[in-house]
């Protein structure tokens, strides 16, 4: 980076950092994107004289609002409701709802903004949002879920559609949710469109959808490894999370050759050197769906170690996948992954690694496909229901399944194409950035001024 580049982009920060205060999220998520995004224009005055980048860090909309409903005691509880609706330069706003008590505005504006180059990177149609509410779904019964979503939506049903906002599940928003939501929002609007995705089979819901994020992970890390002459059977994956990303990431190493050796949650994380895979993955997934308990029981179950209030980064292995939540993945863990001889870090959560761990893993030249590549299968798979939906067909679990490898194996050439370098080493961060700024930043252009 020259030093009026530099200078340009200590400028820029400062500003985002002036019009955001206390939004540490977000301006971690916009300095990321800069960082690559900045050198890349200062030799491309029509995107700089139109100001394209700094309107792409002020959401388009951001809506908040106040959901009340009642508890089983009879209690009135009142949570906070989001959507930030950040770009629909190329089609409609699309991104997931988070139900987590750390959901705030810094949250949901740096989900928001990410997703826009994610899903630029799709080459489908979708804009860039997110959404959710600081509820706690943890702990609460299935008719205080189903009230919470009601209460949501009754809000939020005005602000979305099929052609304008189109959510979907992200933490703490799973099938039953999407149950939820969809239904509420079909008996406000009286229509039955794909206003949702993520939506279960019988009620316009595509296959894959629930496997996509997890395998497209695994996908992506596999076109890195064999873009180097190397091959996920054999490997050594540690992953963390054990929610819906993780566990479908896990399914796809075994099915790849390799070996998952760890889950987590936020109690911690359980070793299985012998690997979660067939019976055992099956055991996980029916705790997790279906009776919502800890993976510390797995631990009890099968014999192995739990460590709790731990993250996994300390098992030695060769390549390590991230699923559970932004900044889970700090310097000194990268540090230890790479002392350990971790070759390749797939993120399958929305940035998993801080600023100090990125630039631990880029220096010391690891493949490393940060999120809005690598976790983009799943945006990807909804994208191709909103298709299914529009017309009124079903596609069969192969055509998905070759869709969603064909448009992971796209995102991996267009990283390699903008983010190699002169000694060979593919910055698939700075790829990432510039092949989904170019296609927005396209159309923002075509627009004129608004
Ligand atoms: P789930 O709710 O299914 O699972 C989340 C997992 O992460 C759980 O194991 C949870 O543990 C753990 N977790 C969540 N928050 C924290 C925290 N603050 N500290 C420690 N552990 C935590 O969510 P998903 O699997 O859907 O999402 C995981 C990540 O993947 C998120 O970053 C999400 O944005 C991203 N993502 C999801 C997509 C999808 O299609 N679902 C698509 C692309 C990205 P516990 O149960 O104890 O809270
Ligand atoms: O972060 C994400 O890409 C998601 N949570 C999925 C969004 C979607 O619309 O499927």
Not at 402 to 413: A, D, P, V
Request: aromatic share 8%; glycine share 12%.
């Amino acid at each position: 980076m020259n030093a009026a580049t530099h200078t340009a982009l200590h400028d820029f920060m400062q500003k985002i950092e002036k019009r955001n205060p206390n939004e540490p999220e977000f301006q971690q998520a916009v300095a990321e994107v800069a960082t690559s995004v900045l050198p890349y224009i200062q030799d491309k005055p029509l995107y700089r004289e139109a100001r394209i980048l700094e309107r792409m860090t002020e959401p388009d909309r951001v809506i908040m609002f106040r959901v009340v409903w009642e508890d089983d005691d009879g209690n009135v509880q009142i949570n906070r409701g989001y959507r930030v609706q950040n770009n629909n330069a190329i089609g409609p706003y699309k991104g997931g709802l988070r139900f987590h008590p750390s959901v705030n505005l810094s949250v949901l504006k740096f989900l928001a903004f990410e997703q826009t180059f994610k899903n630029s990177l799709t080459g489908l149609p979708m804009g860039g949002g997110k959404g959710g509410a600081d509820f706690n779904p943890k702990g609460r019964s299935n008719n205080e879920v189903m009230r919470f979503c009601q209460a949501y939506m009754t809000e939020l049903e005005r602000h979305i559609g099929e052609g304008t906002d189109v959510p979907a599940g992200d933490i703490g928003v799973g099938a039953r949710e999407i149950g939820y939501l969809f239904g509420q929002h079909k008996r406000l609007s009286n229509q039955f469109t794909g206003v949702l995705t993520g939506k279960g089979l019988e009620y316009g819901g595509s296959l894959v959808r629930t496997e996509a994020t997890g395998y497209g992970a695994v996908y992506f890390l596999e076109d890195m490894l064999k873009h180097r002459g190397k091959d996920i059977e054999g490997c050594v994956a540690t992953i963390s999370g054990s929610g819906n990303v993780a566990l479908y990431a896990a399914e796809k190493v075994a099915q790849l050759g390799g070996k998952a050796v760890t889950l987590s949650d936020s109690s911690g994380f359980i070793h299985d050197p012998e690997g979660i895979a067939g019976d055992k993955l099956a055991w996980v997934k029916a705790l997790k769906e279906q009776r919502r308990g800890r993976i510390s029981e797995y631990a009890e179950e099968f014999g192995v170690e739990f460590f709790p209030g731990e993250r996994p980064w300390k098992i030695p292995c060769d390549v390590a996948l991230p699923c559970a939540t932004q900044n889970e993945l700090s310097g000194s863990d990268a540090q230890t992954l790479v002392d350990n001889g971790c070759m390749a870090v797939s993120e399958g959560a929305n940035m998993p690694t801080d600023q100090e761990g990125l630039d631990i893993f880029v220096s010391n030249h690891i493949m490393f496909a940060p999120s809005k590549a690598a976790n983009a299968g799943g945006v990807a798979v909804s994208g191709l229901e909103m298709s299914q939906n529009s017309v009124g067909i079903s596609w069969e679990e192969d055509e998905l399944d070759r869709r969603l490898r064909t448009i992971m194996r796209g995102i991996h050439e267009q990283c390699v194409e903008y983010g190699s370098g002169d000694n060979g080493y593919v910055n698939y961060l700075k790829g990432a950035n510039i092949a989904g700024f170019n296609k927005v930043a396209n159309a923002m252009l075509a627009y004129g001024v608004m």
